[in-house]
């Protein structure tokens, strides 16, 4: 049993501000990233603009439309793209206190970019101290790369081989294994902090005990950074681990 207070978000979530990219791409569309997460649902709540976002699962490809006050969440395993038809923007709720933007992410990199941790991470890094252009154009280029990896994945699922989306599960499972051990403290001081909070809050009002309760508290948050290069877009983003 946990203690009987949690101050962080609801359940151990984040929140971000994303304003979706919207470079143009090799085929004729503007927009993110493709990739997934492998612990994390993620979910988006649209604020303005219009768009969709593409996912490609061992069930198959599918579109869903993104419009002001839309609301579309998915599990672990699903590849996700974003595409921005008009100024797209979506605020951003992600599982495990905002995992998937500490790690939980790979990437639809093409399968020799995909074979070790230091491959990948030479492959998908943004210099952090570099100008705003050298980020740009680094995000863009990791952008294109997984871009014509998820055309090649949504391809052979559509035409009914289901090998090479079950390698890069494969690989990406493997890139994130070394991990496994920080993610895992992230998870108990977060969600599980939060649902153990849930529990001892219970069994205290079952007791007849409010006493928890004089501990109740407020917080309020500005976004600690502005305009991030994330996988989909410019990220504005809260301190809140």
Not at 28 to 55: D, N, W
Not at 116 to 123: C, Q, V, W
Not at 168 to 180: D, G, N, T
Not at 213 to 237: I, Y
Request: negative net charge; contains cysteine; aromatic residues 6%.
């Amino acid at each position: 049993m946990g203690t009987a207070t949690y101050d962080g978000l609801p359940g151990g979530i984040a929140i971000s501000h994303l304003t979706v990219y919207d470079w143009p791409t090799t085929d004729g569309l503007r927009g993110g990233t493709p990739h997934l997460h492998l612990t994390c649902t993620e979910g988006y709540v649209v604020t303005g603009g219009s768009g969709m976002v593409q996912t490609l699962t061992a069930s198959g490809y599918a579109e869903t439309p993104l419009a002001p006050g839309a609301l579309v969440w998915f599990t672990p395993g699903t590849i996700h793209r974003l595409v921005n038809e008009g100024d797209l923007k979506i605020v951003v709720m992600m599982q495990n206190s905002g995992l998937p933007e500490a790690g939980d992410a790979v990437l639809t990199l093409p399968p020799e970019l995909l074979r070790d941790p230091e491959t990948y991470a030479a492959a998908v890094r943004i210099p952090p101290d570099g100008t705003e252009a050298a980020q740009a154009a680094a995000a863009r280029r990791r952008r294109d790369l997984a871009i014509g990896g998820f055309l090649k994945l949504r391809a052979a699922t559509e035409a009914g081989d289901p090998e090479p989306l079950a390698a890069f599960h494969r690989a990406a499972a493997a890139l994130v294994r070394p991990r496994l051990d920080d993610w895992e403290q992230r998870w108990r001081t977060g969600a599980a902090a939060a649902s153990g909070a849930t529990v001892a809050q219970l069994a205290t009002l079952r007791g007849g005990d409010a006493g928890y309760l004089a501990a109740a508290s407020v917080r309020a948050e500005q976004p600690a950074a502005h305009g991030k290069f994330g996988m989909c877009g410019r990220l504005d983003v809260y301190a809140t681990d």
